[in-house]
């Protein structure tokens, strides 16, 4: 079974620059999530989706960030203008239903996630 | 609003001995909890869950221990092996929601 698919693996911008990030999710899996993951601290949940509509951007700063999730499947992430606080790994992540935990369907499967410098 | 915390940011383990990672979380409403494990260069993976109704689970080498009065969680590692150094994130869910804490990072030597 293939997993979370992720590109680009790294990036390096300028502050004020724009950037896009793209995921396919495993298949079949009807809820994705992109996290934010700063150096030394736990992944921060950005957005989820189920399907194609959004469940959770509570944490999106929506003034430069911007993600859309179209048919259902494939998603992209767009940071503009990127600013230095930026810097951090992406990741993708998706599961079949919507995080409950229990081990199995609901498991959260993780990309290898997009390393983004802002200089 | 730090729900879930990991207060030790490292862990050092001889190999052979037991890796205990703890977990505090502060949200009495949380329905489960993960620990995934992240090595370097690579998206965190699954390793195990508990209900909120349990207080253990076991998986191999692998157990969980949930104290609910105490809203702290545990990961037993028991024998540590080499391979079982990275990241240990402990997460909790509520509902749709899953929170991460900071993780430990454990060493185990050889």
């Known amino acids: 079974e293939a997993g979370v698919a992720q590109s680009p693996r790294y990036k390096i911008i300028e502050k004020r620059q724009s950037v896009a990030f793209w995921c396919n999710p495993i298949s079949g899996h009807a809820t994705l999530y992109w996290y934010q993951q700063i150096l030394g601290q736990g992944p921060k949940l950005l957005i989820q989706?189920?399907?194609?509509?959004?469940?959770?951007d509570s944490q999106l700063p929506k003034d430069r960030f911007s993600a859309e999730r179209l048919k259902g499947v494939d998603s992209t992430l767009k940071i503009q203008p990127a600013k230095l606080e930026d810097s951090a790994v992406y990741l993708c992540?998706?599961?079949?239903?919507?995080?409950?935990?229990?081990?199995?369907?609901?498991?959260?499967?993780f990309g290898e996630g997009s390393w983004l410098t802002v200089v | 609003d730090q729900q879930v915390k990991q207060n030790s940011p490292s862990l050092s383990v001889q190999e052979g001995r037991i890796s205990i990672l703890n977990c505090d979380y502060t949200?009495?409403?949380?329905?489960?909890f993960l620990w995934y494990k992240k090595y370097p260069a690579e998206g965190p993976t699954f390793l195990i869950s508990?209900?909120?109704?349990?207080d253990k689970n076991e998986d191999g080498r692998f157990t969980v221990f949930l104290n609910k009065s105490a809203k702290h969680l545990s990961l037993h590692i028991v024998p540590s092996q080499p391979g079982d150094s990275a990241v240990y994130f402990c997460a909790a869910t509520l509902g749709f929601k899953t929170i991460f804490g900071a993780g430990t990072r454990l060493f185990v030597k050889a």
């Open positions: 989706f189920q399907n194609n509509g959004v469940v959770d």
């Open positions: 992540a998706s599961s079949l239903i919507g995080g409950s935990g229990r081990a199995g369907g609901n498991t959260i499967y």
């Open positions: 508990i209900s909120s109704i349990k």
């Open positions: 949200n009495s409403m949380f329905d489960y």
